[in-house]
């Protein structure tokens, strides 16, 4: 029987060779093919050529169905969903669903055979503004009072920086979950931690959640480090009829290579040098960008 799914892949060290390039774009579909050509810079189509593989891996694996006929669509907000009927078996997989995102250097996936599960990954950086205050001041909107008060509870400008990931990267996590995109006002949903670090290698799962102020216990929210400066959380919700003392066992993201990407990889298209040359003109980032923390 599937169990969790934790899959991580760090395409900012990734320089794809023309032979890799070539390979990943004819085992994607032609429009998720089209839509990564399009991306300026080298690491928004990594991050999320990725995405694509990734998917298709966890489905083609998974469910042990052919590569070559998963049909992939998005809903109207961007969540990823199976067009194909019929393909999982709903004795053991009686909600299969699965969650991908990438931010900084990283690209992950999440997938669950039963509970509603999203995924978000956040780097730690502040974008664009000289100084982390003047950072916070910016995204001031984004959390609750209360995330604020845990925040500036931190004894370093550092330490308030990472718990201001740690709280966006729990509420991107809900909001991938139910595929409502950008339409959430983020006042409304609230975490209360109670372990104060969040450790590379451990889950910590004792975070609570209030939803228009009150607590929800149907979630849970696993959350960990990939390295040093990267967040990751899964929300899981609990199916209807599941006791409320019944949770997923915490899984920690096993990192893949470019070759785990596609081991089970069938080539949908010919080869097409155009769309590697192409890549290979584009710089990796905008120029001036950082490419670390402050």
């Not at 995109?181 to 975490?191: A, P, R, S, V, Y």
């Not at 919700?237 to 069938?266: C, M, W, Y």
Request: glycine share 6%; with cysteine.
């Amino acid at each position: 029987m599937m169990g969790s799914v934790r899959w991580a892949f760090r395409f900012g060290s990734w320089k794809p060779t023309q032979a890799e390039w070539t390979l990943a774009s004819r085992c994607i579909q032609q429009e998720e093919k089209d839509k990564i050509g399009k991306f300026v810079f080298k690491k928004d189509g990594k991050a999320s050529m990725v995405g694509r593989l990734l998917i298709r891996k966890v489905v083609a694996e998974t469910l042990t169905f052919p590569w070559k006929e998963i049909s992939l669509a998005r809903t109207e907000k961007g969540k990823p969903y199976l067009t194909n009927e019929n393909i999982a078996d709903p004795d053991f997989f009686p909600n299969f669903n699965f969650n991908a995102s990438h931010a900084g250097d990283y690209t992950v996936l999440a997938a669950e055979p039963e509970w509603l599960c999203g995924v978000d990954v956040m780097k730690v950086e502040a974008r664009g503004t000289p100084t982390i205050p003047e950072f916070f001041r910016l995204m001031k909107r984004q959390l609750t009072y209360h995330e604020w008060e845990v925040i500036q509870a931190e004894d370093t400008e550092w330490k308030q920086l990472e718990m201001f990931y740690r709280f966006w990267c729990l509420k991107e996590s809900y909001i991938k979950a139910i595929g409502i995109g950008l339409g959430l006002d983020l006042q409304t949903i609230e975490f209360h931690p109670k372990t104060r670090a969040v450790q590379q290698g451990m889950v910590t799962t004792d975070t609570k959640f209030y939803l228009n102020g009150t607590l929800d216990t149907t979630w849970d929210f696993h959350e960990s480090k990939l390295d040093d400066l990267h967040f990751v959380c899964v929300a899981l919700k609990r199916p209807n009829g599941v006791l409320a003392d019944v949770h997923v066992p915490t899984s920690i993201f096993k990192e893949h290579t470019f070759v785990d990407l596609v081991s089970s990889a069938q080539p949908l298209f010919p080869e097409d040098v155009l769309y590697w040359e192409e890549f290979a003109k584009k710089e990796e980032r905008p120029r001036g960008q950082r490419t670390d923390a402050l």
